[in-house]
């Protein structure tokens, strides 16, 4: 079983982000990745990030969107 590490994402992270969700045919253009702390977590797996999700806590609900992998 592949056991990747979940971890909240580095700003200097964000350019990996933006190249997984386009792989995925995900994202949106024009858009300034350089500040994704903490609204974005990251699956980290072997040292190489492989998947990644949009986290948005709120009360009572928060949200959870732009899963990649």
Not at 9 to 38: K, T, Y
Not at 44 to 58: A, F, L, N, R, T
């Amino acid at each position: 079983m592949i056991k990747p590490n979940i971890r909240i994402a580095q700003n200097s992270e964000g350019e990996i982000i933006r190249s997984i969700l386009d792989e995925c045919g995900q994202i949106p253009g024009g858009i300034d990745w350089s500040r994704v702390n903490p609204n974005w977590l990251v699956a980290e797996y072997k040292g190489k990030i492989v998947g990644c999700v949009q986290v948005s806590i709120g009360y009572p609900l928060g949200h959870m969107g732009f899963w990649a992998v």
